[in-house]
């Protein structure tokens, strides 16, 4: 089935919040990262793309109109501290990244039956070009650290760092940060490892 990849904005992505929160919670379920999340919450990170200047969100659509994808992009600034902390630590002196030439990768999600089309390289690619237009040089995205014997990892799990290298991005395991939400079948929510993959462009 085709897909179109294109950026929403006003309206268009108004619209599709309740369908990018059901999209987040449903891909974000599975493993590594095992988000059970809630709707209420969904929506309500999402409109931070409404609102942050710099942003961008790009929908991978069915002929049909169907949301089955969906990617973010802000600059490093609008993020929270956490986010940017890691680029401005004490130990980089002289620092290594300037904070403002930086668009951070937020997520990208699209349902399983839809991968292995190049959707994922369509939503970098759009992506850093989102950077460049924005005169910013560096992107960046975290991902979640989890024990390889981790008990709810699946036979067959691939990581994706082999398509990061592809893709031109470098792990760093100096740049990290702990993000914190409730797993799946847990009742508390706990501080997750994040790792972050950085790319010049």
């Not at 961008?56 to 949301?67: F, H, K, N, Q, S």
């Not at 994808?69 to 929270?80: R, Y």
């Not at 970098?124 to 989890?146: D, P």
């Amino acid at each position: 089935m085709q897909l179109s990849v294109l950026p929403a904005t006003g309206e268009e992505l108004r619209a599709a919040l309740p369908e990018l929160a059901r999209l987040r919670q449903q891909v974000f379920r599975a493993f590594p990262y095992l988000y059970e999340g809630d709707a209420e919450y969904e929506e309500n990170y999402l409109r931070t793309y409404l609102n942050a200047p710099g942003t961008v969100v790009v929908l991978a659509r069915t002929d049909g109109g169907r949301v089955v994808g969906a990617s973010t992009a802000l600059p490093l600034l609008q993020e929270t501290q956490d986010i940017q902390a890691p680029f401005s630590g004490p130990e980089f002196d002289p620092p290594e990244f300037d904070r403002s030439d930086v668009l951070y990768l937020g997520e990208s999600v699209l349902l399983h039956e839809f991968r292995g089309q190049g959707i994922g390289h369509q939503f970098f690619e759009v992506r850093e070009a989102h950077a460049r237009a924005l005169g910013l040089g560096v992107t960046a995205f975290c991902a979640v650290q989890r024990d390889e014997a981790h008990p709810a990892r699946p036979a067959d799990f691939r990581p994706l760092n082999a398509f990061w290298m592809a893709r031109g991005y470098t792990e760093r395991p100096d740049l990290h940060t702990q993000m914190t939400w409730r797993d799946v079948g847990e009742t508390q929510e706990t501080a997750k490892d994040m790792r972050f993959w950085v790319k010049r462009l």
